[in-house]
């Protein structure tokens, strides 16, 4: 059975950083590109990040541009986001989700292009 786990979240000082983690289990990361979103309370879920099977395209939304990196680790099954320079503006439930996918640049950060979802992993930036 496919499933995702995210996991890394927590409390963190504005300005600090975090390190998400996406792992695969059920299935091999190789041929799936990976996004990353977010939901705020009260707000729609908005993609921050993807990469593509390979890892060799990836995209961001320009509110995380420059602070945030995608990677991934095919061997380990397992993608990251690391979040650094965190605002409190960040503070969400963060997901990541999997699509099956021949293409190898294809990096879609539109929720309904995913049918494949994590729990999600809490992330507070406060002081």
């Known amino acids: 059975q496919l499933q995702l786990v995210e996991s890394g979240g927590g409390l963190v000082q504005p300005g600090g950083s975090l390190r998400l983690s996406c792992a695969a289990s059920?299935?091999?990361?190789?041929?799936?590109?990976i996004g990353w979103f977010r939901q705020a309370p009260g707000k729609e879920r908005e993609g921050v990040s993807c990469i593509s099977n390979s890892g060799g395209n990836t995209n961001y939304a320009d509110s995380v541009k420059g602070r945030f990196i995608i990677s991934r680790d095919n061997a380990k099954n397992t993608v990251y986001l690391q979040m650094n320079s965190l605002k409190p503006e960040d503070t969400a439930v963060y997901y990541c989700?999997?699509?099956?996918?021949?293409?190898?640049?294809?990096?879609?950060?539109?929720?309904?292009?995913?049918?494949?979802w994590g729990q999600g992993t809490q992330v507070t930036v406060s002081s």
């Open positions: 059920g299935f091999t990361l190789d041929y799936y590109a």
């Open positions: 989700a999997a699509v099956s996918t021949i293409v190898e640049r294809m990096c879609v950060m539109t929720s309904s292009f995913y049918g494949s």
